[in-house]
Antibody
Framework: EVQLVESGGGLAQPGRSLRLSCVAS????????MHWVRQAPGKGLEWVSG????????GYVDSVKGRFTISRDNAKNSLYLQMNSLRPEDTAFYYC???????????????WGQGILVTVSS | QSVLTQPPSVSGAPGQRVTISCTGS?????????VQWYQQLPGTAPKVLIY???NRPSGVPDRFSGSKSGTSASLAITGLQAEDEADYYC???????????FGGGTKLTVL
C-alpha cells in the first residue's frame, strides 16, 4: 500500500522555524517528484513546493521563496520542508503528496498524506 | 484570489447531473497544460478524481468525467449521491508562475 506520513508540525511563534518530514512507503520513492501542498483552515489548496526525483529541479510558490527549503533523502524515502521566518499566514495543514512524474513540472498529486497542522502564533 | 476560477458552490438533488467549471488563462489551461480534479471529503486529505483532463484512476466511478476546452475545464458528476457531498478542486501547471496552481474550490451540496 502506498503511504505518506507527515510529522513535525505544531505551534511556532512568528519568525521562528519548523521542519516538516514525510516518510514514504509502498512505492519506489526516487521514481517520483514530491510536493508539499497546504490548506489554511477553512480555505482552499495551495501548492507550496516541489522537488524532482534527484533534487535537480525545485520550485516554490512566491510567498515562501527565500523562507522555505524543500529537500529529500532517497536513501531514507523521506521528504522535508524547512520553514524559516514563519508568518501567521503560514498557518495551515501541510500535505505531502507524490508527484505523477519524476520531473517536478506538470505533475498531478496522488496519493496525499493525512496532513499535519502548522500554527504560527504568538 | 486563485489563478484558476471555480464557482464557490453548486448543488443538486440525488440522481441529478451537476457540472463544476474551472477557468484559467493562456499561461495554464490555455497553454495546453493538463487539468486534474480532486475530491476532498470533510476532514480528509484530497483524492484525485480526474487526471490528464479526462482520465479516471482505477476505483473512481464513471459517474465522474472531465473535459477541457480552450482556457477552461469542467467536471461533470451524474447520478448524484449523498456521498458525493464534498469540496472539489481543479489543478494545473502555470508557466508564468513556474509551478502548480489550484482553483479556489467548489462545495457540492446534495439536496
Amino acid at each position: 500500500e502506498v503511504q505518506l506520513v507527515e510529522s513535525g508540525g505544531g505551534l511556532a511563534q512568528p519568525g521562528r522555524s519548523l521542519r516538516l518530514s514525510c516518510v514514504a512507503s509502498g512505492f519506489i520513492f526516487d521514481d517520483h517528484a514530491m510536493h508539499w501542498v497546504r490548506q489554511a483552515p477553512g480555505k482552499g489548496l495551495e501548492w507550496v513546493s516541489g522537488i524532482s526525483w534527484n533534487s535537480g529541479n525545485i520550485g516554490y510558490v512566491d510567498s515562501v521563496k527565500g523562507r522555505f527549503t524543500i529537500s529529500r533523502d532517497n536513501a531514507k524515502n523521506s521528504l522535508y520542508l524547512q520553514m524559516n521566518s514563519l508568518r501567521p499566514e503560514d498557518t495551515a495543514f501541510y500535505y505531502c503528496a507524490r508527484g505523477s512524474l519524476a520531473a517536478v513540472q506538470f505533475n498531478w498529486f496522488d496519493p496525499w498524506g493525512q496532513g499535519i497542522l502548522v500554527t504560527v502564533s504568538s | 484570489q486563485s489563478v484558476l476560477t471555480q464557482p464557490p458552490s453548486v448543488s443538486g438533488a440525488p440522481g441529478q447531473r451537476v457540472t463544476i467549471s474551472c477557468t484559467g488563462s493562456s499561461s495554464n489551461i490555455g497553454a495546453g497544460y493538463e487539468v486534474q480534479w480532486y475530491q476532498q471529503l470533510p476532514g480528509t486529505a484530497p483524492k484525485v478524481l480526474i487526471y490528464g483532463n479526462s482520465n479516471r484512476p482505477s476505483g473512481v466511478p464513471d459517474r465522474f468525467s472531465g473535459s477541457k476546452s480552450g482556457t477552461s475545464a469542467s467536471l461533470a458528476i451524474t447520478g448524484l449521491q449523498a456521498e458525493d457531498e464534498a469540496d472539489y478542486y481543479c489543478q494545473s501547471y502555470d508557466s508564468s508562475l513556474s509551478g502548480s496552481v489550484f482553483g479556489g474550490g467548489t462545495k457540492l451540496t446534495v439536496l
